[in-house]
């Protein structure tokens, strides 16, 4: 978990992650210069549970020009810090609650398919007092409704042209995390890893809920403005530069080398990614 100024939603949080029905082993918090009392909450956290609880104050990545730049940058040092010492890695966010067996249904998901090493999941909507507010993230932002029946492109593709990989619902198998890091500056974390993945063919989604995705004024990123917000502009937010940057172009072709179908490498190609992300700007 990344952390700033997050003391209105996190205890919350944290109670969710220390009650889960499969014990986690670890709790690694990075707390990105917080001027509220979220180091206090975090200090007593560590002092509660000290077998579990390890809190990090992250180094100034002065080089994300951008909230979600900065964020993907925050997520790829964490990341790194964390991939050795787990066999599988829960991303969380700071204001959502994860529901009860979130770790046992993932774990069983990597368990029963070993070569799947990213999950992302489906989430029910939460008000700021965590009211349910009868909506599920996925309504807002689906997977393509045949997914596990579509081809390796095609399912690049969709998830090229709709980032529905949501990084708070996301499980990392940590070997996969030795090929995916660092991000790229200017990625998203939950971008990068989910299209990554998808290329490599070792992205899954779990349609089941396995959080409580919080709705507030706060965020920085995600389905806030529910009542105003259009798709295009949350895919905006989710892929800040991808239409306007040659490199975010340059690095998904980059991945050409991560599969062996040829048909995803076509994809990859120059022409290809840029009418993909044209395609979906026209909506």
Not at 21 to 38: A, L, M, N, R, Y
Request: proline content about 6%; aromatic content about 8%.
């Amino acid at each position: 978990m990344v952390t700033h100024n997050g003391e209105r939603y996190l205890e919350a949080q944290l109670e969710s992650i220390v009650h889960q029905t499969f014990p986690v082993d670890g709790v690694h918090i990075f707390d990105d210069q917080s001027s509220d009392k979220t180091w206090d909450i975090l200090l007593s956290y560590r002092s509660a549970y000290p077998e579990i609880f390890t809190i990090h104050r992250l180094p100034g990545l002065t080089h994300a020009k951008t909230i979600p730049a900065r964020i993907g940058a925050n997520f790829s040092y964490a990341l790194n810090q964390t991939r050795e010492q787990y066999d599988y890695i829960f991303l969380s966010d700071q204001d959502d609650c994860w529901l009860p067996n979130r770790v046992e249904s993932q774990l069983q998901i990597f368990t029963l398919n070993p070569r799947i090493e990213v999950i992302a999941a489906g989430a029910t909507l939460i008000g700021e007092k965590g009211t349910p507010i009868g909506r599920t993230l996925q309504e807002l932002f689906p997977a393509h409704p045949e997914w596990h029946d579509l081809s390796p492109a095609a399912r690049l593709r969709y998830i090229l042209a709709n980032p529905f990989a949501t990084g708070a619902t996301m499980a990392v198998a940590g070997r996969h995390l030795k090929r995916t890091l660092p991000i790229p500056p200017g990625w998203l974390h939950d971008r990068w890893l989910s299209v990554h993945s998808v290329v490599s063919g070792q992205f899954h989604f779990q349609p089941e809920p396995v959080i409580a995705y919080r709705i507030h004024e706060g965020q920085s990123v995600g389905a806030m403005n529910l009542r105003s917000a259009s798709r295009t502009a949350w895919v905006a937010g989710r892929v800040p530069t991808a239409l306007s940057t040659a490199k975010q172009v340059i690095d998904l072709r980059g991945l050409q080398a991560e599969s062996t179908d040829v048909e995803v490498q076509k994809e990859l190609q120059v022409t290809k990614i840029i009418k993909t992300y044209l395609t979906r700007a026209t909506r």
